[in-house]
């Protein structure tokens, strides 16, 4: 199985991206293919006997040729030209590889597909030196593409607006402010009045036009015409039928010798304008993608034998020492070697607070670093970095369609051909009632210009943009883009407990200490015992000594058994830490912490009592604590109406008193992966179910959920069988999710809402059907204008997630 990704520039609705997946799975071979409008790509997957080339040549016979590059190596003479030849070909995206008498191979493939030192490379692991003489340059990022297509449009819209200004003068002036007709009659006359709207509406078609024309009309002669089709059609009716009156008038029934040029001309002016206008919005659409994409920095210093040389990132390799300074932009991801200080990873977790890094922990490409100076060993670089990969996730969310857009697909693919004949319809009808040929063909070309179906192809996929985009900001990857759907429609959502809602590992929670005795003394003793045990009970003690600043003190003669507990001598003095069992067999009465350690122990804690040379003084209570905002991320989902669960392997008195601090009444406990996966399966009678989770256990509740989320802090298993990750640790994230997708899904359905009530409504407007008396009611320009401000509505109202679950 193989898979590539075109760049096809000439997409321009959602009928065009359901042409381009039906014509290139059509080819054999070919197992699934995905067009993203907003990218203008197609990403492909495929077996023998397909191929990059016959895929290509298939869009370029259903009208939509990809975007090429070509690259140029010398290699040495004494090669084999053949094998040259089928390792070139046989890398993904390579469309065809000509050898010639000089030993160059000129090498043709889709753009953004393959590197020209990828191809250098292959030759090399060919055992054939090989050196690049030539190349295109590299594609640009979507961001930049969507920038220059912007920049490109203002600039046709600004030519056809100074074109069409004295063609609107001439024509509409005299009805705005009627002295004026009598002015140009007598200055011009109507012949040359006529010429010369005839002259500038000619120039706005042949120009700023002339894209309407260059794929609408192929369009047609295909017999699948698309929006372009229906602007090219309209505007050329107005133009052709007014130049007729101009040139040839007498061909003409008497009383038809208006002419029509402004609404042609109009009409190439607002669409210019209302794509530009939507070009604009979905550049800003895009701006998560290129936020994340500009936090990569362009050098780093590195440590050389001979000194710090500052280098590209391209060219560091695994092992690199980087220096890092302070404020400096880490380059790669790595671990930390030397310094101390803190690292601001809100772009990754959303998390405001920088996060402590010293030797040995680990740094991510495009945080930025606090006030000291940091060496840092890289591990990963390129495609193999968290940053990258967050970007191919987000990228990869947003050119997947969600299920509802299946039904928008069906629309467009049936809506065109519907539009043409309804414009057919409209102007039989009013000639055959009497309207006569010029009124009647201005409301078919209303008809026809109206109708475009843009604002119904943007809908969802603006939404999905935008919204991935805001979910990448907030630390939310949708690995798979009809999670954001499937999400939505969620009604019970379960967490597994450890490492999900809790932190992971024992902390000390609670200290009872008999009077006499004070925590500082009894926390240095303890830990100083603890400190030489490997338990991770010990350990929970030694870390919250060390956390008040407390140095443990020295400890001899230290004895654990299994099943009881730990003695030692500290200070000259005897300390035993471990159950009542352990002090009733050292002959220590437990009796003064009975009570104390009962009721830790209803609270799911684990009570380790401490007796000084045989007197007891102490309980300290060990549990997995909640994370900090767990019990706000239960709220919060309380909040959006969902039933929130808690399964977890632990025993059920530590699982229940967790679910009674956090809020959850529903809490499933003692269960192993398989009752987990059984767990859910019974929640689902409710309804939609996710599942939260971080571990190898919890990988078959994440595939066998509606919607798997995995903490981004957990193993790469569980992450690979979820479908959104939630970058970091915080519980929080899945709430997020929750209403994010919920967000999306809402702003999806107000979009698809207006576009089909907006051609629902306008079509039998243009048509004149809604005019009681009298003839066609709304004009092409007035058409051209409101199907222009539909698609920018569109676009508008989905950037209004990029506020979304803040």
């Given amino acids: 199985m193989a898979s590539t990704s075109f760049i096809v520039e000439g997409m321009h609705c959602g009928a065009c991206t359901g042409r381009v997946e039906r014509a290139l799975q059509a080819e054999a071979g070919v197992t699934a293919a995905a067009a993203n409008l907003m990218a203008r790509s197609v990403r492909v997957e495929f077996e023998t006997p397909a191929r990059a080339d016959n895929l290509a040549e298939a869009l370029a016979r259903a009208g939509y040729p990809i975007?090429?590059?070509?690259?140029?190596?010398?290699?040495?003479?004494?090669?084999?030209?053949?094998?040259?030849?089928?390792?070139?070909?046989?890398?993904?995206?390579?469309?065809?590889?000509?050898?010639?008498?000089?030993?160059?191979?000129?090498?043709?493939?889709?753009?953004?597909?393959?590197?020209?030192?990828?191809?250098?490379?292959?030759?090399?692991?060919?055992?054939?030196?090989?050196?690049?003489?030539?190349?295109?340059?590299?594609?640009?990022?979507?961001?930049?593409?969507?920038?220059?297509?912007?920049?490109?449009?203002?600039?046709?819209?600004?030519?056809?607006?100074?074109?069409?200004?004295?063609?609107?003068?001439?024509?509409?002036?005299?009805?705005?402010?009627?002295?004026?007709?009598h002015i140009l009659a007598m200055r011009i006359g109507e012949d040359l009045t006529q010429a010369v709207q005839f002259v500038f509406t000619t120039l706005v078609l042949a120009f700023p036009g002339r894209v309407f024309l260059r794929l609408g009309l192929p369009a047609l002669v295909r017999l699948a015409p698309e929006m372009n089709s229906l602007v090219a059609l309209g505007a050329l009716a107005a133009w052709g039928y007014s130049a007729l009156v101009v040139l040839a008038p007498q061909i003409l029934?008497?009383?038809?010798?208006?002419?029509?040029?402004?609404?042609?001309?109009?009409?190439?002016?607002?669409?210019?304008?209302?794509?530009?206008?939507?070009?604009?919005?979905?550049?800003?659409?895009?701006?998560?993608?290129?936020?994340?994409?500009?936090?990569?920095?362009?050098?780093?210093?590195?440590?050389?034998?001979?000194?710090?040389?500052?280098?590209?990132?391209?060219?560091?390799?695994?092992?690199?020492?980087?220096?890092?300074?302070?404020?400096?932009?880490?380059?790669?991801?790595?671990?930390?070697?030397?310094?101390?200080?803190?690292?601001?990873?809100?772009?990754?977790?959303?998390?405001?607070?920088?996060?402590?890094?010293?030797?040995?922990?680990?740094?991510?490409?495009?945080?930025?670093?606090?006030?000291?100076?940091?060496?840092?060993?890289?591990?990963?670089?390129?495609?193999?970095?968290?940053?990258?990969?967050?970007?191919?996730?987000?990228?990869?969310?947003?050119?997947?369609?969600?299920?509802?857009?299946?039904?928008?697909?069906?629309?467009?693919?049936?809506?065109?051909?519907?539009?043409?004949?309804?414009?057919?319809?409209?102007?039989?009808?009013?000639?055959?009632?009497?309207?006569?040929?010029?009124?009647?063909?201005?409301a078919a070309i209303s008809v026809m210009i109206i109708a475009c179906p843009c604002a119904m192809g943007l809908a969802t996929p603006v939404s999905i943009l935008v919204g991935t985009g805001r979910g990448a900001e907030l630390g939310l990857l949708f690995r798979r883009g009809d999670a954001l759907q499937r999400l939505a429609e969620v009604k019970v959502l379960a967490f597994d407990k450890t490492g999900t809602l809790t932190e992971g590992h024992p902390a000390l929670t609670d200290l009872f200490l008999v009077p006499g005795h004070t925590e500082a003394d009894l926390l240095?003793?303890?830990?100083?015992?603890?400190?030489?045990?490997?338990?991770?009970?010990?350990?929970?003690?030694?870390?919250?000594?060390?956390?008040?600043?407390?140095?443990?003190?020295?400890?001899?003669?230290?004895?654990?058994?299994?099943?009881?507990?730990?003695?030692?001598?500290?200070?000259?003095?005897?300390?035993?830490?471990?159950?009542?069992?352990?002090?009733?067999?050292?002959?220590?009465?437990?009796?003064?912490?009975?009570?104390?350690a009962e009721i830790f122990a209803q609270d799911g804690k684990t009570p380790v009592l401490v007796a000084l040379d045989g007197t007891p003084v102490a309980v300290l209570a060990l549990a997995d604590p909640p994370k900090p905002h767990a019990a706000e991320a239960i709220a919060a989902l309380d909040r959006e109406g969902i039933a929130v669960a808690m399964i977890s392997g632990d025993v059920a008195a530590t699982a229940e008193a967790v679910g009674r601090q956090l809020g959850i009444s529903r809490v499933i406990a003692g269960v192993l992966p398989a009752g987990k996966v059984a767990a859910l399966t019974e929640m689902k009678q409710q309804g939609a179910v996710a599942f939260v989770g971080d571990g190898i256990n919890d990988a078959p509740a994440l595939a066998a959920a509606d919607v798997g989320l995995a903490l981004g802090s957990g193993t790469d298993v569980a992450i690979e069988a979820a479908e959104v990750v939630i970058v970091g640790a915080d519980p929080r994230g899945a709430a997020r999710a929750v209403q994010l997708s919920r967000a999306v899904m809402r702003n999806i359905r107000q979009n698809l809402f207006w576009a089909f009530a907006y051609n629902t409504a306008l079509i039998p407007v243009a048509m004149g059907v809604l005019v009681p008396f009298g003839g066609p009611g709304l004009s092409p320009m007035l058409a051209a204008a409101a199907m222009s401000l539909s698609s920018v509505f569109v676009v508008t109202n989905a950037l209004r997630l990029r506020r979304a679950a803040a």
């Fill in 67 to 181: 975007a090429q590059a070509e690259t140029c190596l010398g290699f040495e003479a004494t090669a084999d030209a053949g094998k040259v030849a089928a390792a070139l070909q046989a890398a993904p995206g390579v469309l065809s590889v000509e050898i010639t008498p000089e030993s160059i191979a000129r090498v043709s493939y889709a753009q953004g597909t393959v590197a020209p030192s990828e191809l250098v490379r292959i030759l090399g692991a060919l055992g054939v030196p090989a050196r690049v003489i030539s190349a295109t340059a590299a594609p640009k990022p979507v961001a930049e593409r969507q920038a220059a297509e912007a920049a490109r449009l203002k600039r046709q819209v600004l030519l056809s607006a100074l074109l069409t200004a004295p063609v609107f003068f001439l024509a509409m002036g005299p009805h705005l402010y009627p002295p004026l007709h």
């Fill in 253 to 442: 029934p008497p009383g038809t010798d208006e002419v029509y040029f402004e609404a042609a001309a109009v009409i190439v002016t607002l669409i210019l304008l209302g794509r530009w206008l939507e070009a604009r919005a979905k550049g800003q659409a895009g701006e998560a993608i290129s936020r994340l994409v500009a936090l990569r920095p362009a050098t780093a210093r590195v440590q050389r034998p001979g000194g710090v040389v500052e280098l590209a990132v391209e060219e560091l390799a695994p092992g690199d020492l980087v220096e890092l300074a302070p404020g400096g932009r880490v380059a790669v991801d790595g671990i930390v070697t030397e310094g101390h200080g803190f690292v601001d990873e809100s772009m990754l977790t959303g998390e405001p607070v920088p996060v402590e890094k010293t030797a040995g922990q680990p740094v991510t490409g495009g945080t930025v670093n606090g006030t000291s100076a940091l060496v840092y060993s890289v591990t990963a670089t390129g495609a193999d970095t968290v940053l990258s990969r967050i970007i191919a996730l987000v990228e990869a969310a947003q050119g997947q369609k969600l299920p509802v857009q299946a039904l928008v697909d069906r629309v467009t693919r049936v809506f065109v051909p519907v539009v043409m004949a309804l414009s057919t319809l409209t102007f039989a009808l009013w000639f055959a009632l009497g309207q006569g040929l010029a009124p009647s063909l201005v």
């Fill in 524 to 596: 240095r003793l303890a830990a100083g015992a603890e400190a030489r045990s490997e338990h991770p009970l010990a350990r929970a003690v030694v870390q919250a000594a060390e956390a008040q600043g407390i140095a443990p003190a020295r400890a001899r003669k230290v004895v654990a058994t299994p099943g009881r507990g730990l003695s030692a001598e500290v200070e000259g003095r005897q300390i035993l830490l471990g159950n009542a069992a352990a002090l009733i067999e050292a002959g220590i009465d437990p009796a003064p912490l009975a009570a104390s």
